[in-house]
């Protein structure tokens, strides 16, 4: 019979002691009913609220938490519904006096159990202050989770979704109900299934782990993503895990698309360039490392024109290739640049500017095509062309010569010999005949000497060496053939060269060009003054300028500017002369490929401007 009363006496003390324990207990205890009313509050939690067991009952606890409190504690009941149990998050409840109470604690999903059937939460009274701080540190946490630019998830410990944030259903097309309680599984494609489990391993073992993943979204579309995984602890006890996952379809599209152009452009003979949106070079392939010969790790960083424009490289080009790049229009130009050991390399560029679905300019791509062999085809062929003009130039000045200066003397010579012909020796007429068939023949002479002159100066123009050349001492040895007549004519003779003043040109023609300027000056001087002669030469933008100024009878420019460089052309008839000086001096300075200004006016006198370009630097 004692063990009937040991077992009628336990359960008879079973129900003090435990009402007992849950009214002295600093936890409190209290279960709400499916529609989330209370049905049963224990004593010490309705005390700590200033209210009765009595009077709670049945009401909501909606009614009792602190607007900013609601939208967690909603969250945490519902996902109650498919988790067996949770930390509840901090809370306040309003005592019967108004005031907020604090609360923190844990919460069971007993619904299904027969006597409770309800959600079951043991909470306790925390300081109103440390239960702030740690509310302020889960709404950072919340924001995060919630707000964060990618999706956002927490799975438990058989890989179920938890919780999602909004972004989950733009990233896989299933909205939350169908995602929580569902395994990480629904979402993978086939082929990334063994990428995902050996993931999932190491996060359950306790690591951290990032991978790029395939997933197939509610409408079976195929997306690539970017996603890391991590454990998540709570005092020692691994709970779960979060992740963020970032799409990444339209990066690996370009990335394939870049890696085939790189393919594509590794193979290729032109020279490709990638460039950033400032026009650094992120990457070259093999044609341009051929070109240019340089090595990628030489060039990455660097801006093309700066790395291969040089010297010889046309300004106006640089300039229109910059604004092109301003513009970020696809354009295309020929460029002189220069290999790494400084040869020269003509380029032909196509620049395409690449631009990102927002419209944002992300990179350039230029394609160089060596057009070297070309640009020397042109050159030679404007020589050829050249060469071509000058020789039409001097058959017409042959043919000048052969129709008026030769044509004349050479008619006069064959009348002469026939009139001798019929003259008696020892009469007048036949001595005056010989005298003017001397004359004709002379006549004769001096047009074949010219003619030799100028053909000889064609010829030694196309043969003739550049040397360096010292200016003011060509000048001297001018002035020392000149000085008998300098001296006759009392001129005065400044010269204003430096004897730094260094030419890379031909010795004999600037020595031809200054005897016949000053030549000219000497014979055309002013009768009404003494003769001042200035011979100066400074450096240009592009290379020398040689000035041959005099005070002379000087000439109406207007009148004589189209004939003045002209063969047998003659504007001072009282002064004896052939009009083959100046002509020569245009052709030699035109053959050292420079060119020749004049400015005169009548009793003023003349000044010849000679520009001799870069060849002479």
Not at 29 to 46: M, N, Q, Y
Not at 277 to 292: H, P, Q, S, Y
Not at 341 to 365: A, H, K, S
Request: contains cysteine.
């Amino acid at each position: 019979m004692q063990p009937e009363v040991l077992q009628g006496s336990t359960q008879s003390r079973s129900q003090d002691f435990y009402s007992a324990i849950l009214a002295n207990s600093p936890h409190h205890t209290l279960v709400l009913g499916p529609e989330r009313l209370f049905t049963f509050i224990s004593d010490a939690l309705a005390t700590a609220l200033g209210y009765r067991p009595e009077e709670l009952l049945g009401t909501s606890l909606i009614d009792l938490l602190h607007p900013q409190d609601f939208s967690a504690a909603q969250e945490a009941l519902d996902a109650l519904l498919i988790t067996d149990q949770l930390s509840f998050p901090p809370f306040r409840l309003m005592a019967k006096n108004g005031a907020f109470v604090w609360f923190e604690g844990a919460a069971k999903n007993m619904l299904q159990h027969a006597q409770i059937a309800g959600i079951l939460l043991h909470i306790q009274q925390v300081p109103g202050a440390g239960v702030s701080a740690q509310y302020v540190h889960q709404a950072y946490y919340e924001s995060l989770f919630f707000e964060h630019p990618d999706a956002v998830f927490t799975l438990d410990l058989q890989g179920c979704f938890q919780k999602v944030n909004r972004h989950m259903e733009t990233l896989t097309g299933y909205p939350d109900d169908q995602l929580l309680g569902a395994s990480y599984s629904l979402l993978l494609h086939p082929e990334g299934y063994e990428d995902a489990e050996k993931a999932m391993q190491n996060v359950w073992a306790g690591q951290s782990y990032s991978l790029e993943a395939s997933i197939l979204t509610r409408q079976g579309k195929r997306k690539e993503i970017s996603i890391a995984v991590i454990p998540v602890f709570f005092k020692g006890v691994l709970l779960g895990a979060e992740g963020i996952a970032r799409d990444i379809t339209e990066e690996k599209k370009r990335q394939r698309e870049v890696e085939q152009l790189s393919l594509m452009a590794s193979k290729t003979v032109n020279g490709v360039v990638i460039m950033d949106a400032k026009g650094r070079i992120e990457w070259v392939n093999d044609g341009f490392c051929r070109l240019t010969g340089y090595n990628r790790t030489e060039v990455v960083g660097h801006v093309p024109s700066h790395l291969l424009q040089g010297a010889g490289t046309d300004p106006a080009v640089r300039s229109r290739i910059f604004q092109k790049y301003e513009e970020k229009k696809p354009f295309s130009e020929e460029v002189l640049n220069y290999r790494k050991t400084g040869e020269q390399l003509w380029l032909c560029i196509d620049v395409m500017p690449i631009f990102d679905q927002d419209g944002e300019l992300i990179n350039y791509v230029a394609i160089q095509t060596d057009v070297t062999e070309k640009k020397e085809a042109e050159k030679k062929l404007l020589k050829l062309a050249d060469d071509l003009y000058k020789h039409n130039l001097d058959l017409q000045q042959f043919t000048y010569m052969i129709s008026h200066n030769l044509r004349a003397p050479l008619a006069n010579a064959l009348g002469l010999s026939q009139l001798m012909q019929r003259l008696s020796k020892e009469s007048d007429s036949f001595d005056t005949a010989v005298v003017k068939l001397h004359d004709s023949v002379h006549q004769l002479d001096e047009v074949v000497r010219d003619i030799n002159q100028i053909l000889s100066l064609r010829d030694s123009g196309r043969v003739a060496s550049r040397q360096k050349v010292c200016l003011l001492q060509v000048c001297h040895e001018v002035l020392d053939h000149l000085q008998q007549e300098i001296t006759h004519t009392n001129a005065k003779v400044t010269v204003q060269i430096s004897p730094d003043v260094c030419l890379i040109s031909i010795h004999a023609y600037l020595y031809s060009i200054l005897y016949n300027l000053l030549s000219n000056s000497l014979k055309y001087r002013s009768q009404e003054r003494a003769l001042e002669l200035t011979i100066a030469a400074e450096r240009d933008a592009r290379g020398y300028v040689l000035t041959v100024s005099d005070n002379g009878s000087g000439m109406e420019k207007h009148l004589v500017q189209h004939h003045l460089f002209q063969l047998y052309k003659r504007f001072h008839p009282n002064t004896y002369g052939k009009g083959i000086g100046l002509f020569l001096v245009k052709t030699q300075v035109q053959a050292l490929s420079g060119k020749i200004e004049v400015e005169s006016a009548p009793e003023a006198g003349t000044t010849f401007k000679i520009y001799l370009g870069a060849k002479h630097v």
